[in-house]
């Protein structure tokens, strides 16, 4: 059984940083993508970053070049850093994986397994 704990949500004034962590448990797989996904109230969850275990990754034009993410395979910790935060930014984040990664995009279909969120809150 996987397990995804997300951490490192809070409030930020606008143009702060945040970085989100996502603890993996139960993960044995070898090739697979983990995504990380928002969702305001009222709105259609969004992705807003993917990566590979190959290390390729994706991020839509709302987050690029703000925001990055990591993994560290020996804490079993994928990372989300935002920077330039803008009060748009302000959802729940929840990062999630696919193991396998059959298809390497950031559609929240794909992904199966899923953490319970953590709250981004960006001021203006």
């Known amino acids: 059984q996987v397990y995804l704990v997300e951490s490192g949500g809070g409030s930020v004034q606008s143009g702060g940083s945040l970085r989100l962590s996502c603890a993996t448990s139960g993960y044995t797989y070898s090739r697979y993508c983990m995504g990380w996904f928002r969702q305001a109230p009222g709105k259609a969850r969004e992705g807003v970053a993917l990566i590979h275990s190959d290390g390729s990754t994706m991020f839509p034009n709302s987050v690029k070049g703000r925001f990055s993410v990591s993994q560290d395979n020996a804490k079993n910790t994928l990372y989300l850093q935002m920077n330039s935060l803008k009060p748009e930014d302000t959802a729940m984040y929840y990062c999630?994986?696919?193991?396998?990664?059959?298809?390497?995009?950031?559609?929240?279909?794909?992904?199966?397994?899923w953490g319970q969120g953590t709250q981004v809150t960006v001021s203006s």
């Open positions: 999630a994986a696919q193991p396998g990664c059959d298809v390497f995009r950031l559609s929240a279909p794909d992904f199966p397994v």
